[in-house]
């Protein structure tokens, strides 16, 4: 028998953390050490990695019904990762800016429409990392130039042939796997335009 979910109501208590010891600092990540007190009151030892950083996942949906992916090689898992235009906002700055920029810098879009259409939590047990997804349409050509750290390759797909190939486990990157999961919701819920769920679904 269901129940409803009362996912607003937390139970049990918090966690209960001493004063924080910074252990790593970058640019981009502060590593932190705790004396915590679990919910269930038992003590902890506890490390969370802190972003500096927003993280921005753009999916260009293309009028034909197709996507603009990105190849690169990515270093924590030392493999070959094709994924959507991702990076990386200040806190304090404006997310859809940033996500205009990073889909310019890496694959030369520029979009007449922006929808933001997730917010997620990545990796919660061991980092603070907060993640926005953008569905960006009427996608145009413009000149661009990426990081000095990025070898890009880049290709447009059927979009129905990157969600199955993210579904067999072949497009790994978890914001990918959400936003083309998020935009197949989309489509069968009637929230795009139906000639483009026409050639998405196709």
Same mark, same amino acid.
């Given at each position: @028998?269901?129940?409803?979910?009362? &996912?607003?109501?937390?139970?049990?208590?918090?966690?209960? *953390?001493?004063?924080?010891?910074?252990?790593?600092?970058?640019? &981009?990540?502060?590593?932190?050490?705790?004396?915590?007190?679990?919910?269930?009151?038992?003590?902890?030892?506890?490390?969370?990695?802190?972003?500096?950083?927003?993280?921005?996942?753009?999916?260009?949906?293309?009028?034909?019904?197709?996507?603009?992916?990105?190849?690169?090689?990515?270093?924590?898992?030392?493999?070959?990762? &094709?994924?959507?235009?991702?990076?990386?906002?200040?806190?304090?700055?404006?997310?859809?800016? /940033?996500?205009?920029?990073?889909?310019?810098?890496?694959?030369?879009?520029? *979009?007449?429409?922006?929808?933001?259409?997730?917010?997620?939590?990545?990796?919660?047990?061991?980092?603070?990392?907060?993640?926005?997804?953008?569905?960006?349409?009427?996608?145009?050509?413009?000149? /661009? *130039?990426?990081?000095?750290?990025?070898?890009?390759?880049?290709?447009?797909?059927?979009?129905?042939?990157?969600?199955?190939?993210?579904?067999?486990? /072949?497009?790994?990157?978890?914001?990918?796997?959400?936003?083309?999961?998020?935009?197949?919701? @989309? *489509? /069968?819920?009637?929230?795009?335009?139906?000639?483009?769920?026409?050639?998405?679904?196709?």
């Amino acid at each position: @028998m269901s129940q409803k979910l009362s &996912w607003r109501q937390p139970h049990g208590s918090p966690w209960q *953390a001493g004063p924080p010891r910074r252990v790593y600092d970058n640019p &981009w990540i502060t590593v932190e050490e705790y004396d915590a007190t679990a919910p269930t009151g038992a003590p902890a030892l506890y490390g969370v990695v802190r972003f500096k950083n927003l993280a921005l996942a753009i999916l260009p949906l293309h009028d034909d019904g197709t996507v603009t992916l990105v190849g690169q090689n990515r270093f924590p898992h030392a493999d070959y990762s &094709w994924e959507i235009p991702e990076g990386g906002g200040a806190l304090d700055g404006d997310p859809l800016e /940033h996500a205009r920029r990073e889909l310019r810098e890496e694959v030369g879009l520029e *979009a007449s429409e922006w929808r933001e259409v997730l917010r997620t939590q990545l990796s919660n047990s061991v980092t603070d990392e907060r993640a926005m997804g953008f569905l960006a349409l009427g996608l145009s050509p413009v000149d /661009h *130039a990426p990081d000095e750290t990025e070898d890009l390759a880049v290709a447009r797909v059927p979009f129905r042939e990157a969600l199955e190939t993210a579904l067999a486990g /072949h497009l790994p990157d978890m914001l990918t796997v959400a936003m083309l999961l998020r935009a197949y919701h @989309m *489509a /069968h819920e009637g929230a795009l335009p139906p000639a483009l769920t026409r050639r998405m679904l196709s």
